[in-house]
């Protein structure tokens, strides 16, 4: 059974500090996704990582995929308040069409 | 905003009884995934149709039943409601199932069970 972990599980962090998101995986996989949900509201999709190496940036995050590791990253860069959110990476295992979420890290980023 | 919809945005019943939840893709859309997240199982994947047929099947009970209809929109059926079926239930969808697809999450239906 993929099981996936998140780390750390609550990341509280100042303006302006950078760290990094952790997504570890316990099967194959080739496919990994990271969404944001903020409280109350629906998950958005932030990058899609579909092979080994892969690397995207949208603003003050980057995300990376090792599948080798089977670990996935997600790196805030001076971080601001708007990205305080919860995090999840997910992974989709084999050919199988259903994701496996990790628990979710709750960021808060204070002024 | 998604353009998955999903209706409705909240729901409170019960023990015992039944409920529908409906959810309409993003326009051109075929597949459609169902997702429970509650505080102690976090978000889990329960089913997947696409183009009306059932292609994926995760942690769903037997009370639970869902399917897609001819114009692509789905509705999951829960019934015997219990207290622990209180979550947010959240339908994705993508475009043609294929395992790479982003999949795009609509609003949710807080479903509480008293």
């Keep these: 059974e993929l099981?996936?972990?998140?780390?750390?599980?609550?990341?509280?962090?100042?303006?302006?500090?950078?760290?990094?998101?952790?997504?570890?995986?316990?099967?194959?996989s080739d496919r990994l996704y990271w969404y944001r949900q903020d409280p109350g509201k629906s998950l958005e999709s932030l990058f899609v990582l579909l092979s080994n190496g892969a690397v995207?940036?949208?603003?003050?995050?980057?995300?990376?995929?090792?599948?080798?590791?089977?670990?996935?990253?997600?790196?805030?860069?001076?971080?601001?308040?708007?990205?305080?959110?919860?995090?999840?990476?997910?992974?989709?295992?084999?050919?199988?069409?259903k994701l496996t979420f990790g628990k979710g890290t709750l960021l808060t980023v204070n002024p | 905003d998604s353009g998955v919809t999903q209706t409705p945005k909240h729901l409170i019943t019960a023990t015992g009884q039944r409920v529908t939840l409906r959810c309409s893709p993003r326009s051109g859309d075929l597949s459609v995934y169902w997702y429970q997240q509650s505080l102690d199982q976090g978000l889990q994947f329960l089913i997947q149709y696409y183009?009306?047929?059932?292609?994926?099947?995760?942690?769903?009970?037997?009370?639970?039943?869902?399917?897609?209809?001819?114009d692509l929109h789905s509705e999951l059926n829960l019934s015997s409601l219990e207290l622990g079926d209180s979550a947010l239930y959240f339908c994705a969808s993508s475009v043609g199932g294929t395992s790479q697809e982003t999949q795009y999450f609509g609003p949710g239906t807080r479903l509480l069970v008293l």
């Design chain 2, 51 to 70: 183009n009306g047929e059932e292609r994926a099947k995760g942690n769903i009970l037997e009370r639970f039943s869902a399917q897609q209809f001819p």
């Design chain 1, 3 to 28: 099981k996936v972990e998140q780390n750390p599980l609550f990341l509280s962090m100042q303006e302006g500090k950078n760290y990094t998101i952790y997504c570890n995986y316990s099967t194959t």
């Design chain 1, 56 to 97: 995207k940036q949208e603003g003050r995050l980057m995300a990376s995929l090792d599948t080798k590791a089977r670990l996935s990253t997600l790196h805030i860069t001076a971080a601001v308040h708007d990205l305080s959110a919860t995090y999840f990476c997910a992974v989709a295992g084999g050919s199988n069409y």
